[in-house]
Structures are given as C-alpha cells and as structure tokens.
C-alpha cells in the first residue's frame, strides 16, 4: 500500500524568501511522484512530476523537486515566494504513473505568504 | 480546448436526497477518476472509469454511491439518500491513457462539486 505524509499542515514564509514543502513517501514499487497546487474553490493544478531519469524535477511557476530514493522523499522547493504562491499544495504517489489504480494524496500544507 | 468540466459547482441536498454529480473528461481523454475531498484532508481515490467500463472501485463506499461513464455523455457520480457525512469536495479527473502509458497517464483535474447535506 501507498501512502503520502506531508510534513506541517501550514507553513509560512516571506515574499522573496524560499519555499520548502515537505513530502515523504511509502511505495513498494519505484514510485511516480506528483506536486499539485489547489487556489481557493478550483480544482488541482500539476505543478510537476517524477517519472524516471533526473531526480530534479523542474515545475510550472519556477518551482522544483528532487527524488531522493535514500530518503524517501520529494520536496519542493521554490527559491522565492511570490504573493500568488499562496494556496494548498499537495504531493502524490503512484506506482503507475498515475494510471489505473488512481493517486494517493497526503493531506496538504497551506503555503502561507508574508508580505 | 476545454480542461475538465464538472457540473454543478456547488450542490445542496437534504438528507435523504439523492446527488448526481457530473464530469466531461478533456477532449480525447477516456480516462476518469472520482475523488473525495473532505475538509482538512487530501483527495481520497473514489472509482477509475473507462468508457462503460469500472475499473477500480476500491475506493468506492459499498453503499448508496455509484458511478458510471457511458459511452456517450459525462461521468456520472450518483449518491443515494445522502447524509450529513456525504458533505465534501468531490473532484474528477481524466487522463489520456491509463496504466501502462508511463509519461502520458497525468492526471487533469476539474474544479470539483462541493457537496452540501442540511
């Protein structure tokens, strides 16, 4: 079985500083890795994914993150917050790519921006 | 190029009524997934429907929920005599292809029917 624990329910930083959201896997098959974004009452947005190949995932909106099998990990990463970053993230995982059996989610961190 | 469109936005129901929920995947997807969403949670895996065909139901409750995708029309999510629990953000998404696509199975995602039992 699958299952996604995001690190902090909120996490707050500062307009210009940088974002780390945490996200921590259990897979028993080579995982697929997805980072969606959610505004207020829309639906999710693909920020980026990890298939195979490069560990550093490059996403919309100059976000990142990189796939450390070691850790067990997939965080993202984005060097400077900007005002619009504000909204729910949310990391996934797959063992088909996201196909067949559907995503498992974790529960979310609101990304909270200072000005 | 429309994305995912889910009707209604917003869905009031009285215990006891039923809720039919309704998703048209992206042009050429023929691919759909239903999720929950409850307040504070992440998205829950529902059902994985193919045209006229259920794939994956595991996530389904056994009772009084139901969904289909028929060869022509949207994505139904039906709920019978709802109760107050029922109460959530109910998401679909489509894709271009399923497992075994590697690369091209992403996932796109409607704005979700927020469900309201009184």
């Known amino acids: 079985a699958q299952s996604v624990t995001q690190l902090g329910s909120h996490v707050s930083v500062s307009e210009g500083a940088l974002v780390l959201l945490r996200c921590n896997y259990s897979s028993s098959v080579p995982p697929y890795l997805f980072w969606y974004v959610q505004y207020p009452n829309q639906g999710l947005q693909l920020l980026l994914k990890y298939t195979t190949g490069a560990t550093l995932v490059k996403g919309i909106n100059g976000f990142e993150a990189e796939f450390k099998k070691s850790e067990t990990s997939f965080h993202l990463t984005k060097p400077s917050a900007h005002m619009s970053d504000a909204a729910e993230y949310f990391c996934a995982v797959s063992d088909s790519g996201g196909g067949a059996d559907g995503l498992t989610f974790g529960k979310g961190t609101h990304l909270i921006i200072q000005p | 190029n429309a994305g995912v469109m889910q009707n209604p936005r917003h869905l009031v129901r009285r215990r006891g009524q039923e809720a039919r929920l309704r998703c048209s995947p992206m042009k050429g997807h023929s691919h759909v997934y239903w999720y929950r969403q409850l307040p504070e949670e992440g998205l829950k895996f529902m059902v994985y429907?193919?045209?006229?065909?259920?794939?994956?139901e595991s996530g389904m409750p056994k009772e009084r929920f139901s969904a289909e995708f028929p060869k022509e029309g949207p994505s139904i999510l039906r709920i019978q005599q709802v109760v107050r629990g029922d109460s959530a953000a109910y998401f679909c998404?489509?894709?271009?292809?399923?497992?075994?696509?590697?690369?091209?199975?992403?996932?796109?995602f409607g704005a979700g029917t927020r469900l309201s039992v009184l």
């Open positions: 429907l193919q045209k006229e065909n259920i794939i994956d």
């Open positions: 998404a489509s894709s271009l292809s399923g497992q075994g696509a590697r690369g091209r199975n992403i996932q796109y």
